[in-house]
Antibody
Framework: QLQLQESGPGLVKPSETLSLTCTVSGASISSSGYYWGWIRQPPGEGLEWIGSISHTGSTWYNPSVKWRATVSVDTSRNQISLSLMSMTAADTAVYFC????????????????WGQGVLVTVSS | EIVLTQSPGTLSLSPGERGTLFCRASQYVNNRFLAWYQQKPGQAPRLLIYGASNRATGIPARFSGSGSGTDFSLTINRVEPEDFAVYHCQQYGDPPWTFGQGTKVDIK
């Protein structure tokens, strides 16, 4: 059974960098042939895709956060990570780790497995 | 980027009724690459439909999706108590992948 579990700080100060980790269990990221990524949801609002990474390290980002976001993979720990620089109050959201489709098969680029999410609040 | 607009904002239904939710795209969605998700309070979204009309694993047959081009819909036949939730559409035809703002289905 595939499971994704996010971890990270619940509170970040303005201008600081957010670092989140997602631990994947039930599948090996390195041999999965899938994209893995991050989606966020501000309180009471809709969903926003942030970025995705493949098992080969190929990355896609949403232009809305591109220069601030970095998604990376640690295959030895079976984890993916999100780094988001220059945090502001607008970045307050629940951040979800997701599986995002088979590599090079756009017909599968929906999100079929989700972590439970972690609430990140930006406040001094 | 493709903007998805969902309607109505809230759909009030009685258990056993049929309801239809709509998702309109600002541009053509390639190959019907559109998905629907269900989200209950405090939970992560759950994939219901992909490719506009294909049910995901374990999704009951009362959920059906249709549409193409810029207009898509999700129909819930004979709404069950566990179906009251927020429903999101998402396009994956043209990056960046985008979502609609959601439709809340609540009890009439």
């Amino acid at each position: 059974q595939l499971q994704l579990q996010e971890s990270g700080p619940g509170l970040v100060k303005p201008s600081e960098t957010l670092s989140l980790t997602c631990t994947v269990s039930g599948a090996s990221i390195s041999s999965s042939g899938y994209y893995w990524g991050w989606i966020r949801q501000p309180p009471g609002e809709g969903l926003e895709w942030i970025g995705s990474i493949s098992h080969t390290g190929s990355t896609w980002y949403n232009p809305s956060v591109k220069w601030r976001a970095t998604v990376s993979v640690d295959t030895s720990r079976n984890q993916i990570s999100l780094s988001l620089m220059s945090m502001t109050a607008a970045d307050t959201a629940v951040y979800f780790c997701v599986r995002g489709g088979r590599y090079s098969d756009q017909s599968t680029y929906y999100f079929d497995f989700w972590g439970q999410g972690v609430l990140v609040t930006v406040s001094s | 980027e493709i903007v998805l607009t969902q309607s109505p904002g809230t759909l009030s239904l009685s258990p056993g009724e049929r309801g239809t939710l709509f998702c309109r795209a600002s541009q053509y969605v390639n190959n019907r690459f559109l998905a629907w998700y269900q989200q209950k309070p405090g939970q992560a979204p759950r994939l219901l439909i992909y490719g506009a009309s294909n049910r995901a694993t374990g999704i009951p047959a009362r959920f059906s999706g249709s549409g193409s081009g810029t207009d898509f819909s999700l129909t819930i036949n004979r709404v069950e108590p566990e179906d009251f939730a927020v429903y999101h559409c998402q396009q994956y035809g043209d990056p960046p992948w985008t979502f609609g703002q959601g439709t809340k289905v609540d009890i009439k």
